[in-house]
């Protein structure tokens, strides 16, 4: 467990400092009321990733499907099923989703009634994710194929790579160093989409010149198998809407803190707390997400799924002692965390305190769900994560905000008790699914026979 889920979780704390750089370059060198340019982007990254997760839910069906058969030592599946992922993700973003999300950015951020200091910096930022953001994508589908196949320290390289191509790029452009105008907000953007093409380029290169366990195709094609795309998309959509629901919470999240009278300030506060410093949880928990799905798939693969389920309990322990140690930090030295992002004034400050007080507890809720949900996934049981989204995200933290609007309650405070509401309620149904068996039987198979050693397997 520790082996595969150590690579992971650095990376995406190498992941999550990408964010956390931009964000503070933001705050000392951006002039804007009530921190407005933070806020911009954790808008435009909200937006954004409703209306692309669907694409992931692809890799996330792509990732089961190789999780299962690298159990089974199959390597002409696993490429095949790699390669068809990689195909249908390409089509996808770039002849749909790019030139949609661009003409229909300004729309979608109108929808949401944020404020108009927040809007200006929001939508050029947006337009830029939706045009060139497919490197950014390509790179989260080759970190869960490496991943799920059982290798996780080539995409751990890949996004240290990244990382510092971000950070020199994104510092050179938002602060205007030596030649380079000082870019603002479209200088994070730019660092986000061209630093990913680089370790885009090595990874493909190294699968295609036959270096890893994915492998080329046996016949290359330039269309996706129609076969496989089914069963990825069967497996992955659940997931996708899952993603959906969650991104559809924030930002319905963000339209109710639009409603309160420093709106502005809430936001920079929701998203300076809960999206960056937040992240030192989430992105140790995803981690370890994506290695309780790799195990609980490759276990059941060998046919040993109990200990697939063994590495879960781990896996949520490790999450539960972290994320201890994240939240006593939240809550004992709440003004030096803001103040990295220069968040030291009224009434940023007050909101962000309250909101870490929050996320200090529900933060070892958040990382034992996250383990939970990743052996589900890994066993292809994604329709449960989904109605336990649904349940949580909507039900819970939507009605609560709508009933304090309702009652004339509504405001930061009592928006940040729904959030806790809704990581206790998530982790309650999942442990409960959890206990039971039946998901571990979930069946996914692409063909009747079992594949043979023959064709494909590894040496």
């Known amino acids: 467990m520790w082996k595969l889920a150590w690579p992971l979780i650095t990376l995406n704390l190498v992941n999550g400092t990408l964010g956390f750089v931009d964000h503070v370059l933001i705050g000392h060198y951006i002039g804007s009321a009530d921190n407005a340019a933070n806020g911009a982007i954790g808008v435009a990254w909200q937006v954004f990733m409703v209306i692309v997760v669907f694409v992931v839910s692809i890799f996330q069906g792509m990732n089961v499907l190789i999780a299962r058969y690298s159990g089974r030592q199959d390597r002409a599946t696993i490429s095949e099923v790699f390669h068809s992922a990689l195909l249908a993700s390409i089509y996808c973003l770039v002849f749909v989703l790019a030139p949609l999300?661009?003409?229909?950015?300004?729309?979608?951020?109108?929808?949401?009634?944020?404020a108009p200091e927040v809007h200006?910096?929001?939508?050029?930022?947006?337009?830029?994710?939706?045009?060139?953001?497919?490197?950014?994508?390509?790179?989260?589908?080759?970190?869960?194929?490496?991943?799920?196949?059982?290798?996780?320290?080539?995409?751990?390289?890949?996004?240290?790579?990244?990382?510092?191509?971000?950070?020199?790029?994104?510092?050179?452009?938002?602060?205007?160093?030596?030649?380079?105008?000082?870019?603002?907000?479209?200088?994070?953007?730019?660092?986000?989409?061209?630093?990913?093409?680089?370790?885009?380029?090595?990874?493909?290169?190294?699968?295609?010149?036959?270096?890893?366990?994915?492998?080329?195709?046996?016949?290359?094609?330039?269309?996706?198998?129609?076969?496989?795309?089914?069963?990825?998309?069967?497996?992955?959509?659940?997931?996708?809407?899952?993603?959906v629901l969650l991104n559809i919470a924030g930002v319905l999240l963000i339209w109710y803190i639009s409603a309160l009278p420093h709106s502005a300030a809430a936001q920079a506060a929701y998203t300076i707390c809960y999206t960056q410093l937040f992240s030192l949880?989430?992105?140790?928990?995803?981690?370890?997400?994506?290695?309780?799905?790799?195990?609980?798939?490759?276990?059941?693969?060998?046919?040993?799924?109990?200990?697939?389920?063994?590495?879960?309990?781990?896996?949520?322990?490790?999450?539960?002692?972290?994320?201890?140690?994240?939240?006593?930090?939240?809550?004992?030295?709440?003004?030096?965390?803001?103040?990295?992002?220069?968040?030291?004034?009224?009434?940023?400050?007050?909101?962000?305190?309250?909101?870490?007080?929050?996320?200090?507890?529900?933060?070892?809720?958040?990382?034992?769900?996250?383990?939970?949900?990743?052996?589900?996934?890994?066993?292809?049981?994604?329709?449960?994560?989904?109605?336990i989204a649904f349940t949580t995200q909507i039900v819970v933290l939507l009605g609560l905000c709508q009933l304090y609007t309702s009652l004339g309650l509504l405001s930061a405070v009592t928006i940040w008790t729904a959030i806790f509401a809704g990581h206790a309620m998530r982790l309650l149904l999942t442990a409960l699914y959890f206990r039971t068996s039946d998901w571990i039987h979930t069946r996914i198979e692409l063909q009747s026979e079992e594949p043979s050693p023959e064709t494909g397997a590894f040496p």
């Open 281 to 387: 949880v989430t992105w140790t928990s995803f981690g370890l997400r994506n290695a309780s799905a790799t195990l609980m798939g490759q276990n059941i693969g060998a046919g040993n799924p109990h200990r697939g389920k063994e590495c879960v309990l781990i896996a949520a322990a490790l999450g539960a002692i972290w994320s201890l140690i994240i939240g006593t930090l939240f809550w004992t030295m709440p003004d030096t965390l803001l103040g990295l992002f220069n968040a030291t004034e009224e009434p940023v400050r007050g909101l962000g305190i309250a909101l870490l007080k929050f996320l200090a507890v529900s933060a070892v809720f958040f990382a034992v769900t996250q383990a939970f949900t990743g052996a589900l996934q890994g066993a292809g049981a994604t329709r449960p994560p989904m109605l």
């Open 101 to 114: 999300g661009y003409f229909f950015s300004p729309l979608l951020l109108s929808a949401l009634n944020v």
């Open 120 to 243: 200006v910096h929001a939508q050029p930022y947006l337009r830029l994710l939706f045009l060139f953001g497919t490197p950014l994508f390509l790179m989260f589908l080759l970190t869960g194929a490496f991943n799920a196949s059982g290798d996780p320290k080539t995409p751990l390289k890949l996004g240290i790579l990244t990382t510092i191509l971000n950070i020199v790029i994104s510092t050179v452009l938002i602060t205007g160093m030596g030649p380079f105008p000082a870019m603002g907000v479209m200088g994070a953007g730019l660092g986000t989409v061209l630093a990913p093409i680089f370790s885009c380029a090595l990874g493909l290169y190294l699968i295609y010149s036959r270096r890893m366990i994915i492998q080329p195709p046996a016949i290359f094609h330039l269309w996706p198998d129609m076969r496989l795309l089914k069963n990825m998309v069967g497996i992955g959509v659940p997931t996708g809407i899952q993603g």
